[in-house]
């Protein structure tokens, strides 16, 4: 069992920068497909940043330039560092991981039916 904890969320005005981390423990010594999802009430959670196994990173279209997923040298870390942040990126944050040893194409990484576990989220709030 892998469990996730996510921390970093907050409130930040438009334009300004947070850096989301999700601790990672449980079987730690496998190699594991991440992700982060945000996830709006009365809408479908959407994929916004993910790490596969071979160490490829894939972005949602709509963060490009302005997201970076990275993980720690332990891999007992993951993280976003998001910038020029928008009101409409408010929401729930989600760090979540894939099977063990299971690697994601790009068109997998950012849908949230390959993920077997989920952190319990961090609240992201972009005032304008």
């Known amino acids: 069992q892998v469990q996730l904890v996510e921390s970093g969320g907050g409130s930040v005005q438009s334009g300004g920068s947070l850096t989301l981390s999700c601790a990672v423990s449980g079987y730690t010594d496998r190699a594991y497909s991440m992700g982060w999802f945000r996830q709006v009430p009365g809408r479908e959670r959407e994929g916004v940043a993910a790490?596969?196994?071979?160490?490829?990173?894939t972005y949602a279209n709509s963060v490009k330039g302005r997201f970076t997923i990275s993980q720690d040298n332990t891999k007992n870390t993951l993280s976003l560092q998001m910038t020029s942040l928008k009101p409409e990126e408010t929401a729930m944050y989600y760090c979540a991981a894939a099977r063990a040893g299971q690697s994601l194409n790009t068109f997998q990484a950012l849908e949230t039916d390959h993920y077997r576990y989920w952190g319990q989220g961090t609240q992201v709030t972009v005032s304008s």
């Open positions: 790490l596969d196994v071979d160490g490829s990173a």
